[in-house]
Structure formats: C-alpha cells, structure tokens
C-alpha cells in the first residue's frame, strides 16, 4: 500500500510540473509583477553588504557528486563581493545580516509545488519583516519549482536572481523577476582549484572530454565525432556521470579540448510545454567554465551568455556549430594553443577577487 500511495505522489508530483505550473506560471507572474511594485530591484555590487546569511541544504545532504553548491555560492560572496561574514543556515534564522541569500540547492528536494510554495510564502513574509534584499543563486533560470519560489521570495523582498546560464533579456523575455547577470559563480576563485590549469598547454594530455550526459544530442554528437577527433591524434572520452569526483576533476584539468552543447536540452522543452517558446536556444552549463578554467579549448555552440561576459568566438573558444560544418576539422596545435590561452586568461580576469590586482 505504502509503495502505491509513492507511485501515486511520484505521478501526481510530474503531473504539477509539466502540466499545472506551466498553464499557471502567465498567471503567477502578473501576480510577482504586482507585489514587485513594493520592493526594489537590488542588483549585486562589490562592497554595499558587509554580512549575509546563506539558506542552503544542510551540510549531510548530498544531492550529487560535483561542485557543492553552497560552498560556491560562499566563495562568490566572499571573494567576488568581499562580503567576510557569512553565516550558513538551513532554516531562516536571522541574526541581523545585511543580505539573505538563497542557494539554488535551497528548493531542491522539498517539493515545494506539493505544498503550494506555502513555505516560501512564509519565509517572504519573515525576510520582508526584517527589511533585507535577497539574491536568489539560481542555477536553472527556467525551471519552474525554482523559478516560482525564486519568484516569490524576491518579487516580496527585493533583491535580485543571480544569473549564469542565461542573460538578463532572456531571463526577462521567460517573466522572471528582477534577473541580474550572468555572472561566473559555481567555479569562483574559491573552488577553483578543482579544475584550474596545472600543466602547460605542452604538458597537457592530448585529451578531448565530450560532455555526454543530460541530453540526447550530446551523446549523438560524441559518437558521430570521437573518430574524427580520434584520427586528429585525440584521445576521447565521455563524461557521463560514471566516473568519480576525483577522476573527473582530473580529467577536466588535464584535458586540452572541452567540448559541451549550450543548447536548450529537451527535458527542459517537455517540462515548459506551451512555454517553450518563450525560451532561449542556448543555455549555458556550468561545465562550459570547468573548460575555461582548465585551460582548454572549449568547444560550444555560440550563445548570448558568453557574449555579454566578454568572451569572443573563434578568439577565446571554438563555435560548435562551425566545426560541424566542417567536419570536425580542428585548427591547427599552435592555434589550438591560443585559443585556450585567450579563454582561460579571460576566465580568471572575470572571476578575480575585488582585493586581487
């Protein structure tokens, strides 16, 4: 019996989500839109705020093997802002801070839409009591169990949704609520040292990573071109989620070729039905900066988010699209050199702490 009733929940759950939040969502955002004239649009600036608390999961929850998604979201307070007291918290208990900021991992796992977002309602209500912005650490701008509570928390409070993975146009063209961005801030000058550049270009495994996982395309593009790659004196290989934090992290860093779609994935289309055509084309993963950071050369589909950071195609990375017009035929080492030089020296230049020079 106990095993039905969480077949039923688990089918009832996916019911909300790709049908009942989608049909809504138009519906919800007049409402975010009415409660925002009472609350401001508080984008981030280096310096303004001296302490924060951060709402993330607790410390033992373990959601998957990767980046821990608090620790970036400290390391971008600390080091990007210089904000030096950060108190950590899992449930809203505040002790004068300046800024409430909320981890994306924050709504992961609490089946928010379940309870009608009720819970976040509540901790609007709390925060705007107090009379502090929140910046909500949104890692996946689209997706509605977080897009709402996101939604609600600042359109009640103020503040801002920290953008990565999509510009501020986009993020406004889908009716989010005050986007700010896209900033770099799962890999940071905090975290870094997972995936930074370690060996010369020289000294680097004649290594090409294919990101695999997460969509269909990926994994047809991966076996449409390993040979190619591999008759260009590339070793490939696939990461897709079977390999250890450790081994990944290596391969990330000894690798001279990245490659990884921004595209928007299809899970993502099927779970905003009627709303995909609000979307984006490109969408970028946070796997784009493992590459930057590395060291290599990362191949992605040309897109909006790397543009308004400052990245240059062809100059810092290599445009998917264009290769597979020609056949996967790289440039040549020397090139190949360049370009990963130029992105990497780019990544760090953005990412620098406000005290570095």
Not at 123 to 151: E, H, Q, T, Y
């Amino acid at each position: 019996m106990s095993n039905f009733k969480e077949v039923l929940l688990k089918h009832f759950s996916k019911l909300i989500v790709y049908k009942a939040l989608p049909i809504f969502w138009p519906t919800l955002n007049k409402i975010f839109r009415l409660f925002s004239t009472q609350s401001n649009y508080i984008p981030p600036k280096s310096r303004v705020f001296t302490s924060a608390l951060l709402l993330s999961n607790k410390p033992d929850v373990k959601l998957y093997q990767g980046i821990n998604l608090t620790d970036s979201a400290e390391g971008w307070l600390k080091n990007f802002h210089g904000i030096k007291k950060i108190n950590i918290v899992s449930e809203f208990i505040y002790t004068n801070e300046d800024l409430i900021v909320v981890s994306t991992n924050y709504f992961k796992h609490k089946n928010l839409h379940m309870k009608f977002f009720l819970p976040i309602i509540f901790l609007a209500i709390k925060i705007r009591v107090k009379n502090r912005p929140v910046w909500i650490m949104l890692g996946d701008s689209f997706l509605l169990k977080s897009a709402i509570p996101a939604s609600i928390l600042v359109s009640i409070c103020g503040g801002s949704l920290i953008l990565q993975s999509s510009t501020i146009s986009e993020a406004k063209r889908f009716g989010l609520i005050y986007p700010a961005g896209p900033y770099i801030w799962t890999v940071n000058y905090g975290n870094k040292h997972f995936f930074e550049q370690k060996l010369s270009w020289e000294d680097k495994d004649n290594l090409a990573i294919f990101a695999v996982s997460g969509d269909q395309i990926r994994s047809e593009l991966y076996l449409k071109y390993k040979d190619k790659l591999s008759l260009q004196n590339f070793e490939v290989t696939g990461t897709d989620g079977s390999i250890g934090w450790a081994d990944y992290c290596y391969f990330i860093s000894s690798a001279k070729i990245n490659i990884n779609t921004s595209l928007m994935k299809k899970i993502m289309l099927d779970k905003l039905g009627s709303l995909k055509d609000l979307l984006p084309k490109t969408y970028v993963t946070g796997r784009i900066f493992e590459g930057f950071c590395s060291g290599a050369v990362v191949i992605t589909n040309a897109n909006q988010v790397l543009s308004d950071l400052g990245f240059i195609k062809n100059l810092d990375y290599l445009d998917l699209d264009e290769l597979i017009m020609n056949n996967f035929e790289l440039p040549h080492d020397r090139l190949l050199k360049e370009i990963a030089i130029r992105g990497n020296k780019k990544f760090n230049t953005i990412i620098k702490p406000i005290n570095k020079t």
